[in-house]
């Protein structure tokens, strides 16, 4: 919701007699604990309340759009909108006058005073009288209010922000409908077609979903309706994001998939949504929509690095178990090995900035990805100690131990690789340092030592250097198999969405 400042035209029903009791009456709405955002902004403008109590005390209805109070000096003051309290023939040219302010981004309200509201009890000894939600049919217009919209400075940018990252962008309001196409046009969004009128539209229904799907920018929408405009949204496929302040708000913040409430909102509004921003600034959004997509994004990619190296555990201890064949790693050679391949890369990669949209269904992904390399990297290293046993058995175990280390660690940097795709200059710095740490490992006299290390000899040395290289171009053939099978599905999920929304 905009900033409201308030400003009092005075009407041709108004007389100066009714000025004082009129402001004090203003002035009552303004300091209300219960006002609603455009209330509240009166308590700037008119501080000085009716220091009698008031008698009775009508609460803002969004479904009949007015609230009163009465006191026993001046009689009952209704606060609504023109289209309630301007209904009648005779203020027609008032009623006019309300539109065109509001068509020039003016909210309007009327205040209307009347000898007394409707009472819907007398209430008990130590209870106020509470007012049945009807208007006094001898209700007088006094007073019309204009309040000019104050859009957030950083509206504009971060509207289109949402958009650069395809995010439809829509507007419920209870207000005007011409207000509100005022106000979206001051935040850059396209409102060639005007603001759809909600009250001409039922609570519910294919025709409200409908509608909900292809406008934009509504007003006067009830609270029943913006419910059942999320609930519309997201029958049609789609993941709906909802911002609001107003208790009229909360029964839509409740069912969207992420209700997000702005820090000066009423209590049960934020009680229902899942993020309040407590500096209520709207600019906060896209850094948390940024660091979101950054956090499931990362853990997708980190993820395919996690399954493989949990599928090529297992799948080369049930092969060597199988062929009762020796592990070909000491512990501290495994644990390096892990540290190239998984440990140093998933820490970077999951610190870095990710806009990748979420798409469900991620752990399919990951091991329609992860399972073909897993089984890749065992392949390999069951190969070189087939190579070793059957070939090229002249050697002694710790140069065995360096060729299988070489093996797994080339592999394994190379799922890395294609697993850190597209690769930024940081991606491609992460990757290219951990091929430079391998080699270090392999050269240091201090790392040789402490692995137990020993180079292999040229014919076991090529043969494994053959074997990460036919390794890698396998993983290579699965990354593009993997590419081609998620922009088929992503075709056939987007055809579905198509569909149910048709």
């Known amino acids: 919701e905009p900033d409201a400042t308030p400003a009092a035209d005075a009407t041709p029903a108004a007389d100066a007699a009714a000025a004082p009791d ?42 009949n759009r007015f609230s009163g109070v009465e006191f026993p000096d001046s009689g009952a003051w209704i606060l609504g909108a023109p289209e309630v309290l301007l209904a009648a023939p005779e203020h027609d040219a008032a009623r ?27 209430g008990g000894v130590d209870e106020k009288p509470r007012a049945a ?61 005007g603001a759809v009128d909600a009250s001409t539209l039922p609570e519910d229904g294919e025709e409200l979903h409908r509608a909900a799907l292809e406008h934009s920018v509504f007003g006067r929408v009830s609270p029943h309706q913006k419910k059942n405009m999320v609930l ?25 998939d992420l209700g997000i409430a702005m820090g000066n909102a009423a209590p049960a509004t934020k009680a229902v949504s899942r993020l309040v921003l407590l500096d209520g600034q709207f600019s906060r959004l896209p ?96 190969g070189l100690n087939f190579y070793e046993r059957t070939v090229d058995p002249a050697h002694s175990t710790e140069a065995f131990q360096t060729a299988s280390f070489m093996v797994l660690v080339l592999v394994g940097l190379w799922v890395l690789c294609v697993g850190s795709r597209p690769l930024t200059p940081v991606r491609l710095a992460l990757v290219l340092a951990m091929y430079a740490g391998l080699v270090l490992v392999l050269v240091v006299p201090l790392s040789l030592a402490y692995h137990q290390f020993e180079l292999p000899h040229e014919s076991l040395f090529r043969a494994s250097l053959a074997i990460a290289v036919a390794g890698s171009v396998l993983v290579e053939i699965n990354f593009r198999v993997h590419t081609r099978w998620l922009r088929r599905t992503q075709r056939e999920a987007y055809r579905a969405a198509e569909n149910a929304q048709q």
């Open 232 to 256: 519309g949204l997201q029958q049609s496929g789609r993941v709906v994001a909802m911002t609001g302040d107003g208790i009229n708000d909360a029964l839509a913040l409740k069912h969207a």
């Open 96 to 122: 006019g006058h309300a539109h065109a302010l509001a068509a020039g981004g003016m909210r309007t309200m009327v205040l209307s005073h009347a000898p007394h509201l409707v009472l819907a009890d007398e």
């Open 287 to 382: 850094s948390v929509l940024g660091e979101g997509r950054k956090i499931i994004a990362n853990i997708e990619r980190v993820t395919n690095l996690f399954l493989t190296k949990t599928g090529f555990a297992v799948m080369m201890g049930l092969a060597l178990g199988l062929l009762a064949w020796t592990f070909p790693f000491l512990p501290r050679q495994y644990s390096t090995a892990d540290a190239l391949m998984i440990g140093i890369p998933s820490f970077v990669l999951t610190m870095l900035p990710n806009t990748r949209r979420y798409v469900p269904g991620y752990l399919r992904r990951a091991l329609h990805f992860a399972l073909p390399s897993a089984a890749i990297v065992t392949l390999c290293v069951v």
């Open 133 to 193: 939600q009807v208007l006094p049919a001898e209700h007088e217009p006094q007073l019309l209010l204009t309040f000019s919209e104050q859009v957030r400075s950083d509206a504009r940018q971060t509207l289109e922000y949402f958009r650069e990252q395809g995010v439809d962008l829509k507007v419920l309001s209870g207000d005007n409908p011409a207000t509100v196409a005022a106000a979206a046009a001051t935040a850059g969004m396209d409102v060639s077609h």
């Open 22 to 63: 009129a402001a004090a009456a203003l002035a009552w709405f303004g300091a209300d604990p219960h006002a609603n955002p455009t209330a509240a902004a009166l308590a700037e403008g008119f501080e000085h309340p009716n220091p009698l109590p008031p008698v009775a005390v009508l609460a803002f209805s969004s479904a």
